[in-house]
């Protein structure tokens, strides 16, 4: 059912793009001719001029994308001969050429700044396009924006093809739609059809190759205080006390939820891990905390370790433990980071 719903979705939300790019972009002049003068006048952020002008670009962007696909599809020919990892690494280069276009348009226009706050080690296995062999990478999800930051780095910096596990809902958006659409992902919906989703994560982990990474957000969503205390509740509420405690006891990340990474893990056990984790972005949980916020004060910060596969311990108890342990690592590396700053800003 849901492959006979693709070309429909697609057939309506295409042609709704290119209308949406249009009136986009007389939004933002006719946001320019209001707000202009009182922006000039009180020095002010030019807010709606910036969103309006990041919405007009990553639209266009996106339009551009679309045809630049459709250039791929016509150049590879029919499913049937085409050559399949030649088709993917196009796909996955338009990817990481679109993302790249986005990322230098968060910079100018938010003021965007990305600190890698990683070990030395770490960064010369990045720039030299990491160790061979196949990861699977655990992030942080939180603020507008991570998961794009997140691929373009593998795709730019570390020299991998990143295979994403997203929600359904992003398939709305036409060119995550179409591209991803051409190489491994899975379109999951952890919270209706658990068992199925992590199935899903099982197959996209089993077929890694030594240049994949396979990108999972154990939080299961962004974070906000508002969904780490309904996490919490959830726990206590079904009975899980020791697992509530432990939560409760992380104030900047929501508390994983297991089964899709240890899937991934059983599925590749010869995958070792990555742990990615961030802060920066945090503050801006909702479209007042974004208008608030730009342009951007603070830089993104960003760290990063790896864990051998060897190094993971078997049973899925203790790699539960595990991977609380490393949530917990990553909780702390947060709140270390939020003690520095605010150290620094009192002085």
């Known amino acids: 059912m849901r492959v006979l719903l693709v070309p429909l979705r697609r057939a309506v939300v295409i042609p709704a ?38 919405l007009v670009t990553y639209l266009a962007l996106e339009v551009t994308a679309l045809a630049s696909a459709l250039a791929i599809w016509i150049r590879c020919g029919p499913a049937w001969r085409r050559d399949a990892v030649r088709y993917q690494d196009l796909n996955f280069r338009l990817i990481e050429k679109l993302l790249a276009r986005l990322y230098r348009a968060a910079c100018w226009l938010f ?126 509420r079904y009975g899980r006390r020791r697992r509530a405690r432990q939560a409760a006891r992380l104030g900047h990340v929501l508390p994983p939820r297991p089964s899709g990474t240890l899937s991934a893990i059983d599925a590749a056990p010869h995958a070792d891990l990555v742990i990615v984790a961030h802060t920066g972005l945090d503050h801006l949980d909702s479209a007042a905390a974004v208008w608030k916020g730009i342009p951007l004060k603070r830089p993104l910060q960003v760290t990063w370790w790896r864990i051998p596969a060897t190094d993971v311990p078997s049973g899925r108890d203790a790699r539960t433990e595990w991977l609380n342990a490393q949530w917990a690592r990553v909780d702390d590396w947060i709140a270390s980071y939020a003690a520095s700053s605010r150290s620094k800003n009192e002085r």
Not at 20 to 49: D, E, F
């Open 111 to 236: 003021g965007l700044r990305v600190e890698v706050r990683a070990g030395q080690q770490e960064q010369r296995e990045a720039h030299a396009g990491a160790l061979p062999g196949p990861v699977i990478v655990l992030a942080r999800h939180a603020g507008p924006g991570d998961t794009f930051l997140l691929v373009y780095g593998l795709l730019a910096y570390a020299g991998r093809r990143p295979l994403l596990v997203l929600k359904h809902a992003l398939a709305l958006d036409p060119w995550i739609d179409v591209l991803l659409g051409r190489v491994p992902h899975s379109f999951i919906d952890p919270d209706r059809h658990g068992h199925q989703a992590v199935a899903l994560i099982s197959d996209l982990a089993a077929g890694l190759g030594d240049r994949d990474a396979l990108v999972i957000f154990p939080e299961g969503g962004n974070f906000t205080p508002g969904r780490r205390r309904r996490a919490i509740d959830h726990l206590r």
């Open 17 to 54: 793009l290119a209308g949406a790019t249009v009136i986009s972009a007389a939004l933002l002049v006719l946001a320019a001719v209001v707000t202009g003068p009182v922006s000039l006048c009180l020095r002010g952020r030019w807010r709606a001029v910036r969103l309006g002008a990041f």
